[in-house]
């Protein structure tokens, strides 16, 4: 009996510290598992921190991309120091365009970056992801605005070059226009020369005496040489004398001697004196 006892206990004593043992061993691989679980909590909440720091980054460098004229001047002056503007208005809008573009091209670089590597780390959380989500759709607006100001640049430039064209065609009748105004068409000869060319004609006097002599109303164009009196106010007269015969008021003009036999009609007021479109100068 007392071996039977004994056989008894030592059977008891081998199953309670086996049983002893297998508790020892869940228990030592519960705390392992939980100290492993504690570590990749610990791990995926730096992640998180560090995604959520990243996603605010990103979000202050899209917000700072406002696509309208403020922030492209805002752009110019931070960038000035960078890159050296080309002088056309047309081509510093596209090379603002181009630098808006370009941070947008960088974001969504960050963004795919970002993204990647939460997905490798197997980090899934639906926030993070819903973030990221939101990026993705703030850039493709941003790159369809991108696009859509690139357009009506192109749209823009196409008016401004006709508007051009039509401008350069509006200052050329201009400057024609103006160039009529300020031409007259002058003639100078002798009393005969004038007349046998009907420049002018003897007019009045009694038997062929006390006629005078007036530009007549029909004159051959070709006698007449232009003289643009913006350009120039002298009509040099190779004569000792001359006097106008046309009716160009006499405060608008001098004649002068300028040497031997030579003679000048400077213009003093151009307006007054081109009113008046034939000069017929009678040298004497």
Not at 27 to 38: G, I, L, N
Not at 250 to 266: A, C, D, N
């Amino acid at each position: 009996m007392r071996k039977a006892a004994v056989a008894l206990l030592v059977l008891i004593s081998v199953a309670l510290v086996g049983t002893t043992v297998i508790f020892f061993t869940k228990y030592k691989k519960s705390v392992e598992s939980y100290a492993e679980m504690k570590a990749s909590d610990e791990s995926t909440r730096l992640r998180y921190g560090q995604a959520i720091n990243e996603i605010a980054q990103i979000q202050d460098s899209l917000n700072a991309i406002v696509l309208g004229e403020e922030s492209v001047q805002g752009l110019r002056a931070t960038r000035q120091a960078e890159v050296e503007l080309p002088e056309s208005v047309h081509d510093q809008v596209l090379t603002r365009i181009a630098m808006l573009k370009g941070a947008i091209e960088r974001t969504k670089e960050r963004v795919s970056e970002l993204d990647a590597r939460l997905k490798r780390n197997g980090v899934k959380i639906g926030g993070l992801e819903r973030m990221i989500a939101s990026l993705k759709t703030t850039l493709d607006e941003k790159e369809t605005r991108i696009t859509e100001l690139n357009t009506q640049v192109d749209t823009l430039q196409t008016q401004v070059s006709g508007l051009t064209v039509a401008v350069e065609d509006k200052d050329q009748q201009l400057t024609q226009k103006q160039q009529e105004l300020a031409t007259v068409f002058y003639t100078m000869g002798s009393k005969k020369e004038l007349i046998r060319s009907g420049v002018v004609v003897s007019e009045g006097g009694v038997l062929g005496m006390g006629k005078t002599l007036k530009p007549s109303s029909n004159v051959n164009q070709a006698v007449l040489t232009p003289l643009d009196t913006d350009e120039e106010q002298i009509i040099r007269i190779p004569a000792e004398k001359a006097r106008v015969l046309s009716a160009q008021p006499v405060t608008s003009y001098v004649i002068q001697p300028v040497g031997e036999k030579m003679v000048e009609l400077r213009i003093v007021d151009p307006k007054e004196f081109r009113k008046v479109k034939q000069v017929v100068i009678l040298m004497t």
